[in-house]
């Protein structure tokens, strides 16, 4: 899903998100994997470590190989119920081959503020965040993200998502902002494993036509 929540996962439980993404734009079609483990350092407290791994194919032709790494912690560092607040922060690591990322030499910092609310039937999850992108005079060095999600839990175990995100466009050529919505299913197959599923498309003209979106969540209490 495109917004984060406050959840972490407590003193030295792990969680493994397994996120698959299939994107059409223009005729090109792209493929990423990009796995997401967690592990909670403290009760508030994760480190988390996002590899990728990217096919790409176009009229030049296919191009495949890992993508760059984030490398982020995350904290929550405010709770009164309803609301809650956290902040994830880090980097993205030039891990990429094949020109699929970063330059080698080139690390780029990104932070997301999240809050949110628990309401009787739903959960409201809203994201601010800002990147800094590498220098290049073709794209923009100043990235914002904006988003918000709502969760209900519809039947036992069954939770409809409705996401929606502005992001700046880093090609300067386009559009200065990129505006999506996506529509996702989670189903939890028994506690720590989940399943999830969802379609996202673009509001604006900007940004692919149509991604298909598939993950599975592992869960491990110590």
Known sequence: M???DTGTQGTNNLELELGFDWSRRAGDRNFLFQPQLSWGAAETL???VQPSWIIDHSGAGTERGFGDTNLDVKWRFYERAPWSF?????VSAPTAGNGLGLRNDTFVPHAILVASRDFARFRLDLNVGYGRAAD???QRGDLYHFSAAVTV????YLFLVLDTSVDSNPDRAGKSFAAVM????IYTVYPGLD???GFRGRLNGTGPTQQWLAGITFRWAS
């Open 2 to 4: 495109m917004t984060e």
């Open 46 to 48: 994760d480190l988390i």
């Open 86 to 90: 956290a902040i994830r922060a880090g």
């Open 136 to 138: 290049d005079p073709s």
């Open 153 to 156: 839990e519809t039947a036992q």
């Open 182 to 185: 996506l529509f996702g299913i």
């Open 195 to 197: 399943v999830d599923a």
